[in-house]
Structures are given as C-alpha cells and as structure tokens.
C-alpha cells in the first residue's frame, strides 16, 4: 500500500475512533496552505448519518488527530472543514522510506494481462507524426502499467498486409519487369535474387505508385489484381512482398528504437491472416456474414446508435480483404496465442469508427468473452502554427524523421558544454531532441490536440524535456561531487521548500493513479516539471557542498538523491532517455 493510502487509512482510524466510522473518507491537499496541509471535509458529509452538527462532529476528529503526534497545526475553518499539516517527524520518515524504495509510495494493482498495440507502421512508407503519438504514448502507457503491477505487452502491428503493398509491387514491377520475381516461368530459388532496392527507395516508390494508381484506373486495377496475388500467397508476388517487408521493417526497426520504443512483439497484420480461415468460419457459422454488392459484411448498427455505424466490409468484392478484417483476425490471434484481459489500442482519434467497427463485430461473434476489454485509447493531432494537422509545406504527411530533424536543430543549439567533443555534442543532441519532442507530446491530456514548437518544446527554462533532463543531470552531478560524504538517511528537515518536496513526494501514488485511470500521461509529465521546479528551488536556495551543519548536508544529500531517483523512475516511464551529460 501506497505511502499516502496509509496515511488516508490511518486518519480513517482516527476519525472512527472519535465515533464516526464511515466507509470513504474525503481528505484532499489544501490549497490554503497557510490554514494547513490538508483537508478533511467529512465532518460536513458525516451530519448527514449522524445527525449532530458539523462543528461537534469536527471537533471530536480533532481531539483524536491531536493525539497523535504525526500531525501538527489542527484547526477548523468554517461550518466544520478540518485542516492540519504533517509533523516534521512524520515528512521526515516519509523521505527515509522513499529513499529505501520508491515503490512505497506507488500503489500496486491486481495483476492483469494487457495487450497494447501501439506500432501501426506501414512496411514501404515512412513513418509520420501520428505513428509518433501511437508509438509514444503507447510505449509510456505499457511502462506505467508495468510499473502498477500489470503485465503490458506491447504489439507493434505492422501494416503489412493492405493495398499499398501491391502499389509499391507494381511500381518495382514496372521499374524492374525482367525481375525473376515477375517471370512466370522462373522456377529457381527467390531467396538470393539481388533486389536493387533499399528502403530510401521504397519510400519513393509508394507515393508515385499512390499518385498514379489516383490517375490511372488500369494502374489501380493492375494494384488490386497484385494484391490479391499476394494475399493468395502467389509465388513470385508473395515471395517479392516479403523481400520488401525485410528491407522496411529493418528500418522501421531502427526508428522505433531512436524514439526508445520496444515492442515485445513484432507481429505485422500478415501474420494475423494465419487465423482468416478460423475466422470466416466463426462469422460463417453464426450466419454473421451478408452478401453486399458482392463483398461480404458484417452488419455491426444498433437501433439505439444516434450517428449511422455502417456494416464492417469483412471481405471485398475481388477477394481481398480490409483493414477491419486484419483487425479481427488480430484479435482471434490475441486471444488464442496470449488471452489477456485487455487489448488496448493507442491509434489516432480518427480512426474511433473503425475500432467500433471492429470491436462489435469481435463482440457479435464473440471472438472474445464479455470481460474482455477491448479499447481504442485515442488521440488528438499534433498541428502547425495555423491550427490545422502539421504537414509539409506541399501539403503532404510530414515525414517523422523530418520532424526529428527540425526539434534536432533546436536543441544542438542548446548543448554548449565545452567539454564535449563536436562529435558528442551532436550524440546528445539527438538524445535531447527525442526527450523534447517526447515530453511534448505527453504534456498535453492525450485527446488534446496541441501545436508543433520545436523552438519552445526545447527551451531550457519552463515545462520542456531539457528542462527536465538539465535538472536531472545536475542532481546526478550533485551526488557524484558528494560521494565521500554521509548520505545515509534524512535527519532533519530546515525549510518551507524541503516540506514542499516532501508533501509533492506523497502526492505521487495519487497522480500515478490518475494516469493510469485516465490512460493519460500528462499528470506525470506535469508532476515531474512540478517537483523539478521545487528542487530547482531548493539547489538555488542553498549550498550543498559547503554545509557545515553535517547533519543537515546529509538530509539535503538523501533528498537530492530521492528527487533524483524519482526523475529517472518517472522519465523512464515516460520512455524518456537521460543523456550522460549535456
Ligand atoms: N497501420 C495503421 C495506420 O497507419 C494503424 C494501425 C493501428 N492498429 C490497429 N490495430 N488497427 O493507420
């Protein structure tokens, strides 16, 4: 049990003993902190069981929280609100315990099985922004829910399997026709044809084939006609395709790993498709399946819907199939191959009618059972200085790696320790850039759609990755100049500021939880910035190194060193690396 879920249970003691058990109780921080600490409002609520007034009922908390001695500056404001602050003994052990583990102040959860699916990449295109929002909030949400005790596995879905796959065939077809790959005779072995393409290629090749195929309807229909082989498992067709997803998802590999993103699975859709003969018979059986304009769908509307969900087009006329069946072929797999409690899916907002789609035709066929959680956890978009969806100045999506480019820009600006080589200097650059586009991206609540900055996302003052990697940095330099001083444990505490520490200290299993309720990491983000800043405070207001009061030097010391714990917890979390310096 979380640090401040003790102190919550044992005033919930007191409270009982002075004569009024109740069930809940109601204590918040105070936002008058010249009154106290905190709040207890139940004497308010209580009149309503016990029928005295207020005041007496107050009164009677008061003398039990008077007893004990981990409380201080107890007085009743108003008709009955309680307010008190918290002893300097009691701060003082509530340091000492986060300093043997942070955990004591983290509430853990029952355990459950959550799979995430947070990838979404498309083999043969170049990422963008939204894959950024996917990949990193996703990847925070599988760490904190790590971190409260469930058991996360994140799933990098590729799109593997659709008809941008049989653009880009096409294209290669008609730039290389005398490929083996396209010779029907050809009887040889696939695996060591040279293929003259790399992945900058490929991320050439699908925008032209997509702009022709817009133009072209022989060139769309020759597309189809590619996909569908490939989907068939065609020899040559398929064998070129998966040559292709190499090439790609080695690079889409080294992107995800640059964000500090790492999927436990790296399952792409067409790896799903083992499950479509399961699937069909399932939506078969249950006689789930219309015949429409010669495609087959799934009826999936309600009565009681006030905006129209159309049928979910589970196979197309021609045979292929959509992006909702890749979906729910997705979900038998998850549920045969892991069965977790929950498949949460971190995809743009966009996307809400396709997820609605696809989890009630699952629930319709009852792919997976009633207690099976899926959820689309959606998000806002990342726009330009006009307000409107950021994209390149033609107009096109803007590639992910131009926007690292931009923020990279930035912040080599701001790295100017002299004792770095320019080498080094550009090494943590790229480091520094991430966790500022990154922290950026979380601070908002994640269905907010917020603007592209990089000037102020890698600002060195205010609430901004750097910021925070600065200060982290300059804690672990503190401790490192003090490592032949006593830092054992925290003695006393001499200031307003250190208090402050302390009582954002406590608050911490409380905003953890309201992350992970919320699915937001944007109460982390703004904590950390909050009790950065405190400690900022705190490093101005005093020197360390040169304290003659021992006994306070090693306080300061093991506070430093549980703020500084913390940040890197919480960082980390975040998915946010910490250079070595910067
Ligand atoms: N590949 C898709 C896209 O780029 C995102 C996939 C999201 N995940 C899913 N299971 N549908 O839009």
Redesign the pocket.
Known sequence: MSLYKELEKEIKKLIEQAGFPEENISLTTSNRKDLGEYQLNDAMQLVKIYHTNPREIANSIVKELEKDNRFTNINIAGPGFINFSLSEEYKVEILNKMHEDLYNNIDKKAKKKIVI?Y????VAKALHV??LR?ANIGEALKRLANLVGYEAIGDA???DYGRPLGLVVLEIKKLYPNLPYFDENYTGDYTNIDLPITNADLEKIYPEASRKAKIDEDYLNEARDITKKIQSHTKGYYDIWKRIVEISKADIKNVYSDLNVNFELWYGESDAMEYFPELEKIYCEKHLLTSSEGAEVVEVGKDTDKIEIPPLLFIRSNGTVS?ETT?LA?ILQRRKEINPDEMW?V??AR?SL??EQVFRAAKKANLVDDKTNLEHIGFGTMNGKDGHPFKTRDGGVMPLKSLIDMVNEETLKKITNQSMTEEEKKKTSKIVAIAALKYADLLPYRETDYIFDPTKFSDLEGKTGPYLLYSTIRMKSLLNKAKDLKQEKVIKLSSKTEEDIVLNILNLSTVINKAIDTKSLNEIADYLFTLTSLYNKFYAENKVLTEEDKAKQESWLVLTKVVYDLNMLLLNTLGIDVPEKM
């Open positions: 699916d990838g979404g990449a498309n939204g894959h996917s879905h590729l799109g992006y979906d997705t899916y995809v743009d996307q396709h997820f």
